[in-house]
């Protein structure tokens, strides 16, 4: 089945720094969905992505549909302490009849040190 | 917009007892409802697919007599834990996605279910 290899695993910063995490894939996806998870939390969405190349931005995050449609990142400029906690890609499938199940990548968890 | 809830939040229940988790769109109407399992520190895994008013698909290796999902209304689905086992103690999180073109799911706060 269709997986997602999402890097890095865990970061550690200091507040104030960028942050850059990436998702690849072997198949192609129609949607890339970034989400941020707190502790004891469902995950919250963060930004949809609907189109190959599209680069979007929601406040300090900014976010790229890769033009192959087999990747995605995600920015975080300029850390705060509430950025912590466990970071996730998701693609949206491609087509059949799947239900829009998403396949999610392993996760980042962000450590911001004040 | 697009706000889920779930109940109960926590649940602590005794081997061999059954326990009921709702998962409830607040704001709209989903046709399609996702149950996913968490452990400490990974991903989502899904368990299954409800859509309204059919039966729900299990994943493969998911127990469909062991976790009852019912799918009754538009805003209402709910995953029943049957004979529940102490390893069956997990963080259950449901989605809910508007509609049938939208790919976007929407979380629930999630259910931390111990058995004792």
């Known amino acids: 089945g269709q997986q997602l290899n999402q890097s890095p695993q865990s970061m550690f910063i200091q507040e104030g720094e960028d942050v850059s995490m990436n998702c690849t894939s072997s198949s192609i996806f129609n949607t890339w969905l970034w989400y941020k998870q707190d502790p004891g939390e469902g995950p919250v969405l963060l930004i949809a992505?609907?189109?190959?190349?599209e680069l979007t931005s929601n406040g300090r995050l900014t976010a790229q549909f890769g033009i192959t449609r087999k990747d995605s990142f995600l920015n975080i400029s300029a850390s705060i302490p509430s950025d912590v906690g466990i970071y996730f890609c998701?693609?949206?499938?491609?087509?059949?009849?799947?239900?829009?199940?998403?396949?999610f990548g392993q996760g980042t968890i962000l450590t911001v040190h004040p | 917009g697009a706000v889920v809830s779930q109940h109960p939040s926590r649940v602590i229940c005794k081997s061999g007892t059954s326990v009921k988790i709702e998962c409830r769109s607040l704001?709209?109407?989903?046709?399609?409802m996702f149950w996913y399992r968490q452990f400490p520190k990974k991903s989502l895994m899904l368990m299954a697919t409800s859509n309204e008013g059919s039966k729900a698909t299990y994943e493969q290796g998911v127990e469909k007599d062991k976790f009852l999902i019912n799918h009754a209304s538009l805003t209402l689905s709910t995953l029943t834990v049957t004979s529940a086992h102490p390893e069956d103690s997990s963080f259950y999180i449901c989605?809910?996605?508007?509609?049938?073109?939208?790919?976007?799911?929407?979380f629930g706060p999630g259910t931390r279910l111990t058995v004792t």
């Open positions: 704001d709209f109407q989903a046709t399609t």
């Open positions: 998701a693609g949206g499938p491609a087509g059949g009849t799947s239900y829009g199940k998403l396949t």
């Open positions: 992505l609907y189109k190959a190349g």
């Open positions: 989605s809910a996605k508007p509609g049938t073109s939208s790919t976007e799911q929407y």
